[in-house]
């Protein structure tokens, strides 16, 4: 089965640029999507197809794909940009799921 | 806007069926174009794609699920559920229901289940 590995965490400055990655073999030729989460909260998307955002979304999100990474920036990180991000492909007519980014905003 | 609301029993005992109905506002699940589908996550876990549906009742499961998830649909009722069956512990989670293909752009709140005698 296909899988997705994320860092278990990433840190970030407040008003710096986060990149959170997702590895998959050959990644780069399948669709990413991305979903951030907050405590008690339904995950939102916030990337799909790559690098397209969801109207309501800050354009400071933004995603990239190729080879065997995929990549969510994050620029000019916010306090309320701390979340768990997680990435999504779909492999054999199945969804799978990154283990998950938690974001920390320093 | 289309909203999505999860309801069902929030404990079962072990080895018996849980059960969970997704209701579908802001938008019809007969209008086609959309997989409606279930996703879990156990409790500071990831998350876990269980299965989808379409309107015209054709199904998908996790593979390592499937021998025990059943997913159907009331259009009627503009609904969709969700039949685990011999759950122990491990299938504790909070269930979300959503809305496909592909990626999910919009989500029910969840409900917490319990496994528990």
């Known amino acids: 089965s296909y899988e997705l590995t994320q860092p278990l965490s990433v840190s970030v400055a407040l008003g710096q640029t986060a990149r959170i990655t997702c590895g998959g073999n050959?990644?780069?030729?399948?669709?990413v999507h991305w979903y951030q989460q907050k405590p008690g909260q339904a995950p939102v998307l916030v990337i799909y197809?790559?690098?397209n955002r969801p109207s309501g979304i800050p354009e400071r999100f933004s995603g990239s794909n190729s080879g065997n990474t995929a990549t969510l920036t994050i620029s000019r990180a916010q306090a309320g940009d701390e979340a768990d991000y997680y990435c999504?492909?779909?492999?054999?007519?199945?969804?799978?799921f990154g283990g998950g980014t938690k974001l920390t905003v320093l | 806007q289309v909203q999505l609301q999860e309801s069902g029993p929030g404990l079962v005992k072990p080895s018996q069926t849980l059960s969970l109905t997704c209701t579908v506002s802001?938008?019809?699940?007969?209008?086609?174009?959309?997989?409606w589908s279930w996703i879990r996550q156990h409790p500071g876990k990831g998350l876990e794609w269980i299965g989808y549906?379409?309107?015209?009742?054709?199904?998908y499961y996790n593979p390592s699920l499937k021998s025990r998830v059943t997913i159907s649909v009331d259009t009627s009722k503009n609904q969709f559920s969700l039949k685990l069956s011999s759950v122990t512990a491990a299938d504790t989670a909070v269930y979300y229901c959503?809305?496909?293909?592909?990626?999910?752009?919009?989500w029910g709140q969840g409900t917490l289940v319990t496994v528990s005698s």
């Open positions: 549906i379409y309107y015209s009742g054709s199904t």
């Open positions: 959503a809305r496909g293909p592909y990626y999910y752009d919009y």
């Open positions: 050959n990644i780069g030729s399948k669709n």
């Open positions: 197809r790559d690098s």
């Open positions: 999504q492909v779909w492999d054999s007519s199945t969804a799978v």
């Open positions: 802001g938008g019809s699940i007969s209008s086609g174009g959309y997989y």
